[in-house]
């Protein structure tokens, strides 16, 4: 029962992210379940619904969702997003942290993991287009 709920709730919390992200301005984000098994395999969580199998149409980061009581392994996560997608685009874990109260899972937060490597790059990127804006 309790790995149906686990599977269960890591999905939902998969569709929750591609709508954010839809909401966002990606709006061909989608879960990697839906649409693109291959992504999946490699450690992706969301995608978009139109990429190609070159990396045509991709986003520009890889994200893998994590809705877990405990913290996960980050490190251990990241380096394996690494193997399978290299580091061109940053890879992010996105942990919807949950606690157990009673018979429910109530949320505790949501967080955004990646390696200091990649926030820095994000920051440059940040930086220079706040730079073209003025």
Do not use: W
Not at 24 to 51: F, H, L, M, Q, W
Not at 89 to 96: G, T
Not at 104 to 124: C, D, H, N, T
Request: hydrophobic content about 25%; glycine content about 8%.
């Amino acid at each position: 029962m309790a790995k149906n709920r686990n599977r269960s709730a890591g999905n939902g919390y998969e569709l929750t992210t591609a709508h954010r992200l839809r909401e966002c301005g990606y709006p061909e984000a989608a879960s990697t379940r839906e649409c693109n098994k291959a992504r999946d395999n490699k450690k992706v969580d969301i995608c978009n619904r139109n990429e190609g199998d070159e990396g045509e149409g991709r986003m520009p980061f890889n994200i893998q969702c994590k809705n877990l009581c405990t913290n996960a392994n980050y490190v251990k996560i990241l380096q394996e997003m690494e193997k399978h997608n290299g580091t061109k685009r940053p890879n992010i874990v996105l942990h919807k942290k949950t606690k157990k109260v009673g018979t429910k899972f109530m949320p505790e937060g949501e967080y955004a993991i990646m390696s200091a490597e990649s926030f820095y790059e994000l920051l440059v990127k940040f930086n220079k287009l706040c730079k073209e804006g003025q």
